[in-house]
């Protein structure tokens, strides 16, 4: 089978060779746009003191390594991700390596998966890994050549180590900053060698210090909230309580009384107020009036749609997937198990409340901000301004925290500037119950399953249905094929057990409630039903949870013929891990965990195994239930496999925050909806894990030399169901409606 | 109207209403934005700064609270506490997207100025106000134990 990964390997090598440009003054390289990169050069051989040889990377007099981040970072470690992988191969000394957020520039700068600039999907450093290397070995071979021109020597003789540029024989060295003014006129090498893996120091270092610890330690790094200008206002829009209304009219007039207060505009969706202080446009806010249209409105609340998506539960749905025929065989098993679970609408909650900085002129516009798709920001912001794009500057900041929510503010940023003229820039601020409120969630979904065993205990047909919005219905790209919504069913739909009979079947009921994708996306409930139902199964075949699954988890899961299983052609070969990769992390975290050793009364240990972001991910969870059926986790520990680990340290820590992610999600965390508007406001309603309830968490990475995966999502989705395993564990009680801060 | 404090150990005067909370004053008048807005109605810890040495929650206080009184936010924070919760922060890379990092700093501060080796339990007590939504709390435990430690060598 073709690995997707080599399918983008061999493009990148193919348009990597076909875009170096002749020039006057030597050859130079741009990355994936020949003018453009033409344009990069000769902006560099300009100021020569700037060696740019592509559009990744700096390379300063003052011997600093700039790298270009195409990905934004929101707390994953991509900028340090990104900028290791470009210095291994440039042999860049650690501490000379600074990282910047790109401008936004599909051409340049697109994910190599999605053909756009985004940052998405847990793929960053999987769709860079060989262009961010061939960036960086360009640069070393342009180094080496300005180095052997300068003393006159061979190229061959030239070694390159920790930023450094040696020639042993006539014992002279150089920096990169001293080479830099030469090496930008060097011809750019047609065609670069990349290193053996074997001889990588940065990549797979046990600790390599992030590039972004300091500044986040101090005090000093940047996020939109924190962009300060000149004459700066403060915008924060009030927007309608139920989703789908729209302003019918308002009265501004006490709104611009109170002092502060210079202007009341309309912005999409609602009507912003515009002060000298955020505290003012606040108040501003409060004596505000503003008469909402809510006849397009969503009236419904979660009441309703658990009524109407339990109906649904019991109906036949569009098939995801068609192993055998397990209707058939369900009616003849011997035993037959039955579950139904719930859950519910979630929100992103970042730390950071949305917010964005936006200072427009007659010809141009500047927009701070930390969006998920820049250069979509700069369409948007070039459609509000009836600007050009090329007007349109986005400068990408850090953003605090995304966790699939994409980061948002850009856009009313613009829209008020617009509407007040361009006269001040303008910050908009939104409040933790403007963003909570606002925000589009993880979808509400019920799931049933239904198993049959034979009369030796096998499991022999299995039989899952899911109700849940689409996060995809109406959009372009490939998520939504023949009716499934490949985001609703992921990790049901893909379940590489071998059982016989396998029938996935989706309702995609709408509704007015604004949702999208959620850290994990449909792997966050999906892998929740799978994980504790197959334990159930387990339970009831008389067999170890971890045996039963060793044994499911025998065969490869592509080897076996599937009637039917609903993907774009895209997702198909990243459908299931490369066999045995899940077997193996589910037993190194079993013998990691001390599977099988007893434990005192009222604890237990739970198991999950999970492959999402072509990543394979195991926990052991040990939780302690108490009297009063409080639950307390005690320890997780995982296991990994997302191929090349190029920075084991952010893995580990990637690792553990997906564990306290998870285990908020399923501890409590819950969204509810009352006549169209939400009902929670701030992290008083809307908890989230604390430290005193964090668990110890030890990580295992597997070693691998496959190319590196996910690491962002992957690790979310089998926490709960191991939570929840380890609880029926310890006290035989199962939880099947999520949140469950206690067990009844 | 004016507010005068003692902002990281230097006199300042603020033209402010003093009933806007301390933060917004920070942020907006002074220009220090280290101190962060995560929810405004003291739950989240994200803009704990400490007055007269104590943490506080800057998002809930009126300005007016701080006259007269010493104030100190991260881009002030002196003495050797705070040199080993910012230096056992950066040796165990505790941060991810940053943004609650601050006033987690200013908490452990606070904790290590109170106990010099807190246990599990105390940082779990004292840090509990203090949310982090990319769950670095293995990470701020075993940073504050770090400080600890480092704190024990210099002495």
Redesign the interface.
């Given at each position: 089978m073709k690995n997707e990964y080599h399918a983008v390997e061999e493009t990148s090598r193919r348009q990597f060779l076909k875009a170096g440009v002749v020039l006057a003054q030597g050859l130079v390289i741009g990355f994936y746009l020949p003018e453009r990169g033409a344009a990069l050069a000769l902006q560099a051989l300009e100021q020569p003191a700037v060696f740019a040889p592509n559009a990744f990377l700096r390379i300063r007099s003052d011997n600093t390594v700039t790298v270009i981040s195409k990905h934004i970072?929101?707390?994953?470690?991509v900028y340090t991700g990104l900028a290791t992988i470009v210095a291994e191969e440039l042999d860049a000394a650690w501490s000379q390596v600074r990282v910047e957020g790109a401008p936004a520039d599909d051409d340049l700068y697109k994910n190599l998966r999605i053909g756009m600039q985004v940052t998405c999907c847990s793929i960053s450093i999987t769709n860079s890994f060989e262009q961010h290397r061939q960036a960086g070995a360009m640069a070393r071979a342009m180094l080496v050549a300005a180095a052997a021109r300068r003393w006159q020597v061979s190229a061959d003789e030239i070694t390159v180590e920790n930023g450094v540029v040696k020639h042993l024989r006539s014992s002279r060295q150089a920096t990169f900053g001293s080479l830099a003014r030469l090496a930008a006129t060097m011809p750019a090498p047609a065609r670069v060698t990349l290193k053996d893996p074997k001889n990588f120091k940065l990549i797979g270092a046990a600790?390599l210090?992030?590039v972004?610890?300091?500044?986040?330690?101090?005090?000093?790094?940047?996020?939109s909230?924190?962009v300060?200008l000149p004459q700066m206002v403060?915008a924060s829009v009030e927007r309608p309580p139920r989703f789908g209304a729209v302003p019918k009219n308002y009265d501004a007039a006490a709104a611009k009384a109170v002092?502060n207060v210079t202007e009341v505009v309309p912005v999409s969706g609602g009507v912003a107020v515009v002060a000298k202080?955020?505290?003012a446009a606040l108040n501003g806010r409060t004596a505000l009036k503003i008469e909402w249209d809510e006849s397009k409105c969503e009236t419904r609340g979660t009441p309703e749609l658990l009524s109407e998506y339990r109906a649904l539960l019991e109906q036949p749905g569009v098939v995801a997937r068609r192993d055998g025929d397990t209707a058939a065989v369900l009616a003849r098993a011997v035993r037959i198990l039955t579950a139904t679970y719930e859950f519910p609408y979630l929100a992103h909650?970042?730390?950071?409340?949305h917010s964005a900085v936006a200072k427009l002129s007659v010809d141009h516009c500047d927009i701070w901000a930390c969006d998920a798709a820049p250069s979509a920001l700069q369409s948007r912001a070039a459609h509000i301004t009836g600007l050009r794009r090329e007007q349109v500057e986005v400068h990408t900041v850090?953003?605090?925290?995304?966790?699939g929510g994409g980061g948002g503010g850009g856009d009313t940023a613009v829209e008020v500037a617009h509407a007040i003229g361009g006269r001040f820039p303008v910050k908009l601020?939104e409040?933790?119950e403007d963003t909570l409120r606002s925000d589009r969630f993880r979808p509400m979904y019920l799931h049933k399953l239904t198993a049959g065993l034979d009369a030796n205990g096998n499991l022999i047909a299995w039989h899952h249905r899911i109700v849940g919005q689409s996060i995809f219905a109406g959009r372009p790209g490939g998520e939504v094929t023949k009716g499934i919504d490949i985001t609703s069913v992921g990790g049901a739909s893909n379940i590489a057990y071998d059982i016989p009979n396998i029938l996935v079947e989706l309702h995609s009921p709408a509704n007015g409630i604004p949702v999208a994708a959620w850290r994990s996306v449909g792997d966050s409930h999906c892998a929740f039903a799978v994980e504790t139902f197959l334990d159930d199964v387990a339970h009831a075949a008389g067999r170890d949870p971890l045996e039963f699954r060793r044994a499911l988890l025998a065969k490869d899961p592509r080897e076996k013929p599937i009637l039917e299983l609903v993907a774009d052609a895209r997702y198909r070969d990243s459908l299931f891990a490369k066999f045995p990769r899940d077997r193996q992390v589910l037993e190194l975290a079993a013998v990691k965990a001390g599977w099988g050793t007893p434990l005192p009364t009222g604890r237990g240990r739970g198991i999950a195994v999970h492959y999402s972001f072509r990543t394979s991910v195991a926990h052991v969870a040990e939780v302690t239930v108490g009297s009063g059926g409080e639950i307390k986790v005690d320890r997780v520990v995982c296991a990994v496999d997302c191929g090349l680990p190029v920075n084991p340290?952010?893995i580990r820590?990637q690792a553990?925050?997906?564990?306290?992610?998870g285990l908020?999600s399923v501890l409590h965390e819950r969204i509810t909806v009352k006549a169209g508007a939400v009902e929670q406001s701030?992290?008083?309603d809307y908890r989230?894990?604390?430290?005193?309830e964090?668990p110890?968490?030890e990580v295992h990475i597997v070693q691998s030399s496959e190319p590196p995966m996910g690491i962002g999502e992957p690790v979310v989705p089998p926490v709960g169901p191991a939570v929840a395993n380890a609880i029926f564990a310890a006290v035989g009680r199962r939880v099947r409606t999520l949140p469950f801060p206690t067990v009844a | 109207m004016a507010v005068s404090l003692i902002l990281n150990r230097k006199s300042v005067t603020l033209d402010?209403?003093p009933n806007?909370?301390l933060l917004?004053a920070i942020?907006?008048a002074v220009?220090?934005?280290?101190?962060?807005?995560?929810?405004?109605?003291a739950?989240?810890g994200?803009c704990t700064v400490h007055l007269e040495g104590r943490p506080i929650r800057s998002c809930v206080t009126p300005a007016s609270a701080a006259a007269g009184k010493a104030v100190t936010?991260?881009?002030g924070v002196s003495g050797p506490a705070a040199r080993a919760v910012?230096g056992a922060?950066?040796k165990l890379?505790?941060?991810?997207?940053?943004?609650?990092?601050?006033g987690q700093?200013m908490s452990a501060i606070a904790l290590l100025n109170e106990k010099r080796d807190p246990t599990d339990a105390e940082?779990?007590?004292a840090?509990?106000?203090?949310?982090?939504?990319?769950?670095?709390?293995?990470?701020?435990?075993a940073a504050i134990h770090e400080a600890a430690q480092m704190r024990k060598v210099e002495r």
């Open positions: 970072e929101v707390g994953q470690g600790h210090p992030r972004d610890s300091k500044g986040k330690t101090n005090g000093s790094a940047v996020y909230i924190d300060l403060f002092q202080s955020f505290s909650v970042p730390v950071v409340p850090y953003g605090g925290g995304s966790f601020i409040t933790r340290d952010i820590a553990e925050g997906g564990v306290a992610f908020s701030n992290y008083h989230l894990l604390r430290i005193d964090m110890k968490v | 402010v209403d806007v909370p917004w942020r907006e220009g220090l934005t280290g101190t962060k807005f995560g929810c405004g109605i739950q989240c994200a936010t991260i881009e910012q922060w950066e890379d505790v941060v991810q997207c940053g943004y609650c990092q601050s700093i940082i779990d007590a840090m509990s106000g203090n949310i982090c939504r990319c769950g670095t709390y293995v990470r701020i435990r």
